[in-house]
C-alpha cells in the first residue's frame, strides 16, 4: 500500500483560534500524544513569532523522539535562522517556509510581479538548506493561484532542494474536482516532481476540507496537513480523525498511515480540554452523537447488525462501549484508569486532588463523563491564578429583582461586593466590577452543557475586552451562573496582575 505521511498542525495552526492558547506544558502533553497517536510529523509552532512559541519548539524537540518537528517560516531569512535554533534539539527536523503566490497575494500583499515572487520562494529554500536537509515550501493561496505559475515555482523550489512541497488552499475556495485537478496538473506537469512529496493544506471555509484533502490524495499528493478536531483558522483545517477513518474504511484506496486510530477519540477529548475548545455534538467520528441512535428504526437496525447503521466499530476510534462508569463510590483506582485512557497521566500527589474535586462532583451529578473528567484534570490551570472566587450568593426569581453577592481573593485578600442585576448572570458580574474596578465589555458569552441531564457540568466561554484587547475566559460547574463567574474571573486574571 502506498504510505500517506501526516503531518499535524494542531499545536501551529490550530492553536492560532482565539482564546485556544496553550503553555508549554500543555503543548509538550499534546506533542507527546501525537507521538503515540502516530503522525509523522508534527507543527509546533512559528519561533520567530513570539519568545513562547520558540521556547515551544525547542521544548517539544526535546520530549518528542521519532516525529519529525518542524518550524513555520516566512520566506525571511531572519525567520528561517530563528526556526534553524528552534529546532537544535529535534532528531528529525524540518524547516517549512513560503510566500504567497496568488494574484491576491502577489498584487496586493506584496505589491510584487510573479517573477520576484518565484526568485524569492527559490532564494528561501536554498537559505533553509543550508540549516537543514528537510524543507518544505508552502505556495501560500495555491487554491487560487493559476495553475502554470503554481507548477513554475514547484518546479523551481524542488530544483532549489525543496523535499515538501505544500499546495494549501488557504481560503478554503476550491472544489474537490478543482483541487484535485491542481493536484493533478502539478504530478502531471513538473519536471522532477517525483523528487519531492506533494502536500495538502485544506481549510474548511465552505466545509470542504476533507474532501478537497481526500481528492488531493486520489490524485497524488502524499503528505496531509490536518488537525485533531479540524480545529484552525477561521472554520478550521481538514480533520486528522476524518482522514484517517475514510482511508480505514476505504481500504480499496491502498493507501495507509502510521496512525493508531483507537487513540482517536482519547486525543480528541484531551485537545478539546485543554484548549477549552468544545466538539460539536454532530462532528464525523469523535462528535458525541457520532455513534448514537435515536431513530427507532435506526436503533431496531443496530441491535440486529451494528452494519446496518455504522460503518465504523466505535472501538476503532477508542470509544470503548463498555467502559468502566464512574460514580461517587469510584474509587481512585477507577479514576486514574479513566484519565489515562483520555491520555491524561498524573502522580499520586496530583491524583489525590483531582480525586477530592470528583467526590464533589459525583455528589452534585449522577454520572461523571470524560469531559467532566477532563475539566477536573484541567483545574489546576485556576487554582494557580491571582484572583480567586471565593463564594457566590444570588437571589433571583420570577417578579423579584436578581441580587449578587460576590467574594474574590486576591493575592490572598478577601473583596466583596453586591449588585442587582437583569438575572443572576449580570448580577454576579456587576458585583465583580465593582471589586475589579476597570472597564470591561463582555463581548460573547458561550454556554455548553457536556451532555443532556438537569444536573450536568455547564462550561463558559467568554470573550472579555479590556482596554482595546480581547482575553477569553472559560469556566465550568453544575451551577451555570458560578460557571459564568468563573469564566469572567478567568478572562480577568489575564489582564490583572
Known sequence: MDKLFIFDTTLRDGEQVPGCQLNTIEKIQVAKALETLGVDVIEAGFPISSPGDFNSVVEISKAVTWPTICALTRGVQKDIDVAADALKFAKNKRIHTGI?????????????????????????????????????????????????????????????GATVVNIPDTTGYCLPWQYGEKIK????????????????????????????????????????????????????????????????????????????????????????????????????????????????????GVLKNRESYEIMDPTDVGIDKNSIVLTARSGRAALKHRLSVLGVEVENGKLDEIYEAFLKLADKKKDINDDDVLVLAGMERTEKQRIKLDYLQVTSGIGVKAVASVGLLIAGEKFEAAATGNGPVDAAIKALKKIINRTMTLQEFTIQSMSKGSDDMGKVHMQVEHAGVVYYGFGANTDIVAASVEAYVNAINQFVK
Not at 114 to 119: K, M
Not at 135 to 145: H, I, L, M, P
Not at 233 to 243: H, I, K, P, Y
Request: hydrophobic share 40%; glycine share 6%.
Open 100 to 160: 504567497g503566490t496568488s494574484e491576491f497575494h502577489i498584487k496586493y500583499k506584496f505589491n510584487s510581479t510573479q517573477d520576484e515572487i518565484l526568485e524569492r520562494a527559490v532564494a528561501a529554500v536554498k537559505y533553509a538548506k543550508k540549516y537543514v536537509e528537510d524543507v518544505e515550501f508552502y505556495c501560500e493561496d495555491a487554491g487560487r493561484t493559476d495553475n502554470v505559475y503554481l507548477a513554475r515555482v514547484v518546479e523551481a523550489v524542488i530544483k532549489a
Open 185 to 300: 496538473f502539478l504530478m502531471e506537469n513538473v519536471n522532477g516532481v517525483h523528487n519531492a512529496v506533494l502536500s495538502t493544506h485544506c481549510h474548511n471555509d465552505l466545509g470542504m476540507a476533507t474532501a478537497n484533502t481526500i481528492s488531493g490524495v486520489l490524485n497524488g499528493a502524499r503528505q496531509v496537513e490536518v488537525t485533531i478536531n479540524g480545529i484552525g483558522e477561521r472554520a478550521g483545517n481538514t480533520s486528522l480523525e476524518e482522514v484517517a477513518m475514510i482511508l480505514k474504511c476505504h481500504k480499496g484506496m491502498d493507501i495507509d498511515t502510521n496512525i493508531n486510530t483507537q487513540k482517536i477519540y482519547p486525543i480528541s477529548r484531551m485537545v478539546s480540554s485543554l484548549m477549552n475548545m468544545p466538539v460539536q455534538p454532530n462532528k464525523a467520528i469523535v462528535g458525541r452523537n457520532a455513534f448514537a441512535h435515536s431513530s427507532g428504526i435506526h436503533q431496531d
